[in-house]
């Protein structure tokens, strides 16, 4: 890819991250400060409620649950009921979102050696769960292709053609697997964690492509998100099965994202080809203008040559007619070498020749004469010798 090709794709998603950033900043901006707000106004009624606390032993308090909040822990409610965030379940679902690059942040290692481990464990698990996710993309590419050949051949009876066929196929191969891995699992979320449509299709969208923001992570019990419930219970392998539906879901968007990448290459392919036809077209046509050109010009300077060529045929023959020798021709001054004659294919068409050898001024006339020395006519006005072939 050429670097001016690599500028404009640069300065093109720096300009989609402004409008995204101007974006996010107009909706989420007034709500944050709405919450300020609300925390302030808050805390101040909990301080007039409660003389007993002050403003200081407030703000540790608030510390300590946002330090838990953190490190996962919801602090409502009686800890005791809870279960822990790092059994072998959620530890499992960790490990999934890690070598995933998900990385819902809800949990993380606190301790040194949770960290040293974390760091080794992502660099040989995320190459590895590369490899585990190409093959299953080309297994679900592969199966997904056998049905799209079999509707191909339903729509082939329709005497459709060829690229709206594709076009109808693929569409419907990316309905068939939103409605698999994105709508089905969206309904399942709804259902089991009580978040409403808008959050579960949220939470489906923010884990398959990666983004795992964490406000929402399933099987949490409410942990850390908005509209959870905190009377849940899982079983111990839901969690493990989520992780088995983000697998999968990912390697069908790897699909997806793989299908779309191929048809910016062929369409990338064929404009390069229709601009390489066009260039082939331009420089026919640049050379075939460049031959008219140059054979007009030769053309033009034959003729050219040949009207020399009798001019100075004429001037031959008026010089023999008129006695005039090269001798006499070298004896004359540039001016008395003066030739005035009019000059044309056939002599005989001017059988009237004059011989002016008097010094009177301005008897040469020019009458429409070509002047074959190159000289100017001001010499005739200098009383010189001046040979005139007149038209009438």
Same mark, same amino acid.
């Given at each position: 890819?050429?670097?001016?090709?690599?500028?404009? +794709?640069?300065?093109?998603?720096?300009?989609?991250?402004?409008?995204?950033?101007?974006?996010? @900043?107009?909706?989420?901006?007034?709500?944050?400060?709405?919450?300020?707000?609300?925390?302030?106004?808050?805390?101040? $009624?909990?301080?007039?409620?409660?003389?007993?606390? &002050?403003?200081?032993?407030?703000?540790?308090?608030? $510390? @300590?649950?946002?330090?838990?909040?953190?490190?996962?822990?919801?602090?409502?409610?009686?800890?005791?009921? @809870?279960?822990?965030?790092?059994?072998?379940?959620?530890?499992? %679902?960790?490990?999934?979102?890690?070598?995933?690059?998900?990385?819902?942040?809800?949990?993380?290692?606190?301790?040194?050696?949770?960290?040293?481990?974390?760091? !080794?464990?992502?660099?040989?698990?995320?190459?590895?769960?590369?490899?585990?996710?190409?093959?299953?993309?080309?297994?679900?590419?592969?199966?997904?292709?056998?049905?799209?050949?079999?509707?191909?051949?339903?729509?082939?009876?329709? &005497?459709?053609?060829?690229?709206?066929?594709?076009?109808?196929?693929? !569409?419907? %191969?990316?309905? %068939?697997?939103?409605?698999?891995?994105?709508?089905?699992?969206?309904?399942?979320?709804?259902?089991?964690?009580?978040?409403?449509? !808008?959050?579960?299709? =949220?939470?489906?969208?923010?884990?398959?492509?990666?983004?795992?923001?964490?406000?929402?992570?399933?099987?949490?019990?409410?942990?850390?998100?908005?509209?959870?419930?905190?009377?849940?219970?899982?079983?111990?392998? =839901?969690?493990?099965?989520?992780?088995?539906? +983000?697998?999968?879901?990912?390697?069908?968007?790897?699909?997806?994202?793989?299908?779309?990448?191929?048809?910016?290459?062929?369409?990338?392919?064929?404009?390069?080809?229709?601009?390489?036809?066009?260039?082939?077209?331009?420089?026919?046509?640049?050379?075939?203008?460049?031959?008219?050109?140059?054979?007009?010009?030769?053309?033009?300077?034959?003729?050219?040559?040949?009207? %020399?060529?009798?001019?100075?045929?004429?001037?031959?023959?008026?010089?023999?007619?008129?006695?005039?020798?090269?001798?006499?021709?070298?004896?004359?001054?540039?001016?008395?070498?003066?030739?005035?004659?009019?000059?044309?294919?056939?002599?005989?068409?001017?059988?009237?020749?004059?011989?002016?050898?008097?010094?009177?001024?301005?008897?040469?006339?020019?009458?429409?004469?070509?002047?074959? &020395?190159?000289?100017?006519?001001?010499?005739?006005?200098?009383?010189?010798?001046?040979?005139?072939? &007149?038209?009438?």
């Amino acid at each position: 890819m050429r670097w001016k090709t690599v500028s404009a +794709i640069f300065f093109l998603v720096v300009l989609y991250l402004i409008i995204g950033a101007t974006v996010f @900043q107009a909706l989420e901006q007034p709500y944050e400060s709405s919450q300020k707000l609300t925390i302030l106004a808050e805390k101040l $009624k909990f301080l007039t409620m409660h003389s007993c606390v &002050n403003s200081t032993e407030l703000e540790d308090l608030v $510390k @300590q649950v946002v330090s838990a909040v953190r490190a996962g822990v919801n602090p409502s409610g009686s800890l005791s009921n @809870q279960t822990s965030l790092w059994d072998l379940s959620s530890s499992f %679902f960790f490990a999934g979102t890690v070598i995933t690059t998900i990385g819902f942040g809800n949990i993380s290692p606190r301790t040194e050696g949770g960290r040293i481990f974390c760091m !080794l464990y992502a660099l040989l698990g995320i190459p590895l769960f590369g490899f585990l996710l190409a093959g299953v993309g080309d297994q679900l590419g592969t199966i997904f292709g056998k049905g799209i050949a079999k509707v191909e051949k339903m729509i082939v009876k329709w &005497n459709v053609s060829q690229t709206k066929i594709r076009v109808i196929s693929t !569409l419907l %191969f990316i309905l %068939f697997g939103c409605l698999i891995f994105v709508a089905l699992p969206a309904v399942i979320f709804k259902h089991i964690e009580g978040w409403s449509t !808008l959050e579960s299709i =949220y939470f489906v969208v923010i884990t398959l492509t990666t983004i795992g923001f964490g406000d929402f992570v399933a099987g949490e019990k409410g942990h850390l998100t908005e509209g959870g419930s905190e009377n849940l219970e899982y079983l111990d392998y =839901y969690k493990p099965v989520v992780w088995f539906w +983000i697998l999968v879901g990912l390697a069908y968007f790897a699909a997806v994202l793989s299908m779309i990448g191929d048809w910016f290459r062929v369409i990338s392919k064929k404009t390069k080809e229709e601009v390489g036809e066009f260039r082939a077209h331009a420089a026919e046509w640049t050379a075939n203008v460049s031959a008219e050109f140059k054979e007009t010009r030769r053309r033009l300077s034959v003729d050219i040559y040949d009207k %020399f060529q009798r001019a100075a045929s004429i001037k031959r023959k008026l010089s023999s007619e008129l006695g005039i020798n090269a001798t006499m021709n070298q004896e004359m001054t540039p001016g008395k070498r003066t030739l005035s004659a009019n000059l044309c294919e056939d002599k005989e068409t001017y059988p009237s020749l004059t011989l002016s050898l008097s010094p009177v001024p301005g008897a040469l006339t020019r009458n429409g004469s070509l002047y074959l &020395n190159g000289l100017s006519p001001d010499y005739a006005d200098r009383q010189e010798i001046a040979i005139i072939e &007149n038209l009438k």
